[in-house]
């Protein structure tokens, strides 16, 4: 099982009272602190507001975020942890994340779900559309994002998204395109438009308990469609207040997740805001928990 790191962006009130540009810099050593400490994603929230009450405090943007962190690494796997779909036309999505693709060598992840925090969807001017409305809009999303990232130009016609002839060049360079993972809890939508649609599902807060019960549920949505359930990998965002103390409590739930086969772990470090050397300790207990990290040149595994 490997692990990522989702980087402070403010959002989560780490930054409340800072100097932007200080921030901004921390955003940045946390980065590169994780990709020395051997872990094998970088991850970023796609929120406009602080959480859980929208505040006038620093939440940087996902996307430029994210394409600075492949400019200063040169490593790990880059992604949303996830994009709102309803935040952003998916043709310009696939744009952005092919070409973003092309600046890392390769190293993108393209995370999306159908949004919840209604506070910024109203907001930014988006409304705020039914559940099913958002996940019926996160249906014809990845279907135009598959298009616009396959070969040819795109064409799709859909309820909330449609492309006529859409070019996207450069495509991506991994091929065939830059793996989708879809996230969210939903057993009865979310879990198949993540068997049709995705290369992972992403798996949001549950325990190990509840990712043990929810696993014969994926699989079967993997098996309505004739899909191999071992093809579709599995991931868990761990809150951090479910992640435990640092030591054996925290190494104890590790353990049990890759236990229980899951592909990948992240969680994020709001203690690397003030103090880096917390990433440093978070690896030490994710080798101990047997979590493929990579080791730095020097040093013993």
Known sequence: MKA???????WTGEYDGWDPRRA?????????????????SLWVIDHFH?????????TFESFVTL?????????????????????RNPALTAKMISTMDTQTGGRM?????AGWKQDEWEAYGYGFP???????????????????????RATY????????????????VQDPRVPIMVGGNGPNVTWRLAARYADELNLDGLTPDEVAAALPVVRSRCEEIGRDPESLPISVHI????LGAAGEERIERLSAYRELGMARVMTMMTAAATDLESVDAFADDCRRAGLDLVTAPGTSS
């Open 24 to 40: 901004w810099e921390r955003t940045v050593e946390t980065a590169v602190r994780a990709e020395g400490a051997g872990f094998e």
């Open 109 to 113: 992840e393209l995370g999306i779900g």
């Open 130 to 152: 039914p559940a099913r409305d958002r996940l019926d809009a996160l249906r014809d999303q990845l279907e135009i994002l598959g298009a616009m990232m396959g070969p040819g």
């Open 50 to 58: 602080t959480i859980p009450q929208p505040s006038d405090e620093i």
């Open 157 to 172: 016609s859909g309820t909330h998204s449609s492309v006529e002839g859409a070019i996207n060049v450069p495509k991506p």
């Open 67 to 87: 394409a600075h962190l492949g400019a200063v690494t040169s490593r790990v796997r880059l992604g949303h942890l996830v994009l709102c779909a309803g935040f």
């Open 4 to 10: 990522g790191i989702i980087v402070p962006q403010g």
């Open 239 to 242: 809150f951090r207040s479910r």
